[in-house]
T-cell receptor
């Protein structure tokens, strides 16, 4: 299995531009998570989906952030417009979504720099 | 919601010594406590986990203990090696679906 695949690995953009981060979860996994990692705030849960349905988006910083999961094999996290304080590493993780297995499988992350 | 605290934030040990990282959680209903290791430039990876019906679990050089009454859990690494150098995160899972909340992390350095 290729694991969780994220793209792009690195993105440099200017303030005000739209940013779209993409994630392909592990096939068969029912839960998908978006985390943001910064030195100051650590690993923050932004939103998570179960069976493609958003369950909890209380971690999404503000209306500039949105996430979708149109099918079981694809999710996007969009920032519009981007700001310098959005600079961080964004991780996508998937999980089998059962009570027996709580392991999260993380992608390699997308490093975003907003100038 | 759940809040996870972790100490120390940085830890430096000599190769062969033991390392201990401690965490506390706030939600007494949490029932699953994983530990993740993150190497530079990579995503976190699960190294060991423990469920609320168990007090201790071992896997070779690593062990985790859980005190549900005090809401404490700890990671113990024995006979540390340079390749153990990484950032370690504790976490707790809330009872609703699979929401996992992470502690702030501990940067472990093992000095050869």
């Amino acid at each position: 299995d290729a694991g969780v695949i994220q793209s792009p690995r690195h993105e440099v953009t200017e303030m005000g531009q739209e940013v779209t981060l993409r994630c392909k979860p592990i096939s068969g996994h029912n839960s998908l998570f978006w985390y943001r990692q910064t030195m100051m705030r650590g690993l923050e849960l932004l939103i998570y989906f179960n069976n493609n349905v958003p369950i909890d988006d209380s971690g999404m910083p503000e209306d500039r952030f949105s996430a979708k999961m149109p099918n079981a094999s694809f999710s996007t996290l969009k920032i519009q417009p981007s700001e310098p304080r959005d600079s961080a590493v964004y991780f996508c993780a998937s999980s089998p979504g059962t009570s027996e297995s709580g392991e999260l499988f993380f992608g390699e992350g997308s490093r975003l720099t907003v100038l | 919601g759940e809040n996870v605290e972790q100490h120390p934030s940085t830890l430096s040990v000599q190769e062969g010594d033991s390392a201990v990282i401690k965490c506390t959680y706030s939600d007494s209903a949490s029932n699953y406590f994983p530990w993740y290791k993150q190497e530079l430039g990579k995503g976190p990876q699960l190294i060991i986990d423990i469920r609320s019906n168990v007090g201790e679990k071992k896997d070779q050089r690593i062990a985790v203990t859980l005190n549900k009454t005090a809401k404490h859990f700890s990671l113990h690494i024995t006979e540390t090696q340079p390749e153990d150098s990484a950032v370690y995160f504790c976490a707790a899972r809330e009872t609703s679906y699979d929401k996992v909340i992470f502690g702030p992390g501990t940067s472990l350095s093992v000095i050869p």
